[in-house]
């Protein structure tokens, strides 16, 4: 039977900003190349229940706030 191979690439929406982009569910995302220190991490999963897109989560970790006004 044909199995339908799963999407590993996933567009999202930013819910900080709004802004379209990809999320690798790989586990090699563009994400893991930037540093965001475990407290900002914690505050973003505490706010947000998905992924921030690169811009916004470049932002966070340098001590832009964590949400803005759309």
Not at 7 to 33: H, V
Not at 49 to 58: F, G, M, S
């Amino acid at each position: 039977m044909f199995k339908p191979k799963k999407i590993l690439i996933e567009p999202e929406t930013c819910p900080r900003c709004g802004a379209s982009f990809t999320c690798s569910k790989s586990g090699k995302c563009w994400c893991f190349e930037v540093s965001v220190p475990d407290s900002v991490r914690d505050e973003i999963e505490k706010v947000y229940d998905r992924c921030l897109c690169p811009r916004c989560l470049k932002e966070v970790s340098v001590g832009g706030k964590i949400t803005i006004k759309k």
